[in-house]
């Protein structure tokens, strides 16, 4: 349902000819399937993070508006749909569990996925169409965010900015956008609204804001949505390659940056990341090799330990002396150091013990990083030095669990969301509400989705 080809003239329009046509397009089995996978891990990050502390203030807030409306607070009660958004999406991003772009888009589930959610709750909206909406709007932010390692996102995290709150926001104007079935002029407006919100600063993370950040997208993303439909206009010109959002935040000193076109002629979806670890997506390939040698270091002292990192760790995961739980998911010597002494590093592993473990200060001591141009962010090289060993020992990761050319296995997810869920709302909710997740779209089940997680 794409425009002719003669009347897409810009990037915007090209997008909203996208978006038009997203209730009626036809979706491949294993789109959906994707799709899916990304809710059920969605849904568990943000039901399993509802009562987190970086989480509490903002529902405080929120519930406190008291705003009317028809949209679902997870865990909580119901609200109009862009307050809705503001918690949920901190909930999602909480505990920076959620899912990743491989590509470089930042964590497109949690603004795109809780806005559609808040929206189809307002509107009563199908799960069929729900799911489209949801689909719609990771590729659009896939897009505009991706391009890999020389591309948009990677190029906004070393000039200080977070792909997920700056890209976020037109994820979840798109999302809102489908299901409130705007026309092509009111998607390209809603678009620029959101666009021209953009923001937020890497420099928060291990912060309460990082997890802010995924919920302000969302909200904004509605906001601007709900302006266009009421005739609000924005510059439709924000996406293009000149004077607009890549040439301010991006491009402005050297301009060496992949773009990715506006192709919807594949799935980005199905390039999805998924983290078996509580922490920073950057530290989960230096995780994975130091669980490698849990049991060979098990009560022997470390004398040094080398771990050879992708550059993009040094600017997103290098917090030296992390003095909070949440801190500690930013530290790739501090995530190195736990995996070698036995931790799982799941959810509830980031406690305040962290803060009284003397044997991750004194390996994070002793830790060296390497950032090696050129090695893949899915890859991490690690090798440990044992008091009385001539030889050190060593673990490879070259890709990491959760990357699409590694998938976690269904068993893998499954003890994810069961983790997360079942403290909360108890095992036999958490088995129906991920049964429900995995037929999204038959009718009736998205009701029932969201009863399971009110209040």
């Excluded at 000819?17 to 294993?30: D, I, K, N, Q, S």
């Excluded at 924005?234 to 000193?253: A, D, H, M, R």
Aim: glycine share 10%; aromatic share 6%; proline share 5%.
């Amino acid at each position: 349902m794409n425009a002719p080809a003669e009347l897409v003239t810009s990037r915007s329009q090209a997008i909203a000819a996208y978006v038009a046509g997203a209730l009626t397009r036809e979706y491949p089995a294993e789109v959906l399937t994707a799709a899916k996978l990304a809710l059920i891990d969605t849904m568990g990050c943000a039901v399993g993070a509802w009562d987190d502390e970086c989480v509490r203030p903002v529902r405080r807030v929120v519930e406190g508006w008291r705003a009317p409306g028809n949209a679902q607070i997870f865990m909580g009660g119901s609200t109009t749909p862009a307050f809705a958004a503001l918690a949920n999406g901190a909930m999602a991003h909480a505990m920076d569990y959620d899912d990743a772009h491989q590509m470089g888009a930042g964590h497109i589930s949690c603004p795109c996925a809780t806005a559609a959610l808040a929206v189809a709750g307002q509107l009563g909206s199908s799960g069929k169409d729900t799911l489209a909406a949801f689909i719609t709007a990771f590729e659009v932010m896939a897009r505009i965010g991706g391009g890999g390692p020389q591309g948009v996102g990677r190029n906004l995290h070393k000039r200080g900015l977070h792909p997920t709150s700056v890209f976020g926001r037109i994820g979840a104007a798109v999302a809102a956008s489908v299901l409130m079935r705007l026309t092509p002029q009111q998607i390209e407006y809603a678009i620029g609204a959101a666009a021209t919100t953009a923001g937020g600063l890497v420099g928060s993370f291990g912060t309460h804001a990082k997890p802010f950040h995924g919920g302000k997208a969302a909200m904004d993303g509605i906001l601007a949505a709900e302006l266009a439909q009421a005739d609000f206009q924005s510059s439709t010109k924000l996406l293009e390659l000149e004077k607009g959002l890549y040439e301010v935040f991006i491009q402005t000193q050297d301009r060496k940056v992949d773009i990715p076109p506006m192709d919807f002629s594949y799935w980005e979806i199905k390039r999805n990341g998924f983290k078996p670890y509580a922490a920073c997506r950057a530290t989960h390939a230096s995780i994975q090799s130091s669980r490698k040698l849990t049991a060979q270091v098990a009560g022997r002292k470390i004398t040094k330990v080398h771990v050879k990192v992708h550059p993009n760790v040094a600017i997103v995961a290098n917090n030296p002396s992390p003095q909070t739980p949440l801190a500690h998911k930013f530290s790739v010597r501090y995530c190195v150091a736990m995996g070698l002494t036995g931790y799982r590093l799941v959810a509830s592993d980031f406690n305040a013990k962290l803060l009284q473990d003397k044997k991750l200060k004194e390996i994070a001591a002793v830790t060296e990083v390497e950032v090696v141009p050129d090695q893949p962010q899915y890859e991490a090289h690690l090798t440990v030095h044992v008091e009385g060993e001539a030889q050190p020992l060593h673990a490879d990761t070259m890709v990491v669990l959760g990357h699409a050319d590694n998938p976690m296995s269904e068993d893998e997810v499954w003890g994810k969301f069961d983790g997360l869920v079942s403290p909360v709302i108890g095992a036999d909710k958490a088995r129906a509400l991920y049964d429900l997740l995995k037929h999204f779209e038959a009718p009736g089940n998205l009701n029932k989705i969201i009863s399971l997680v009110a209040r």
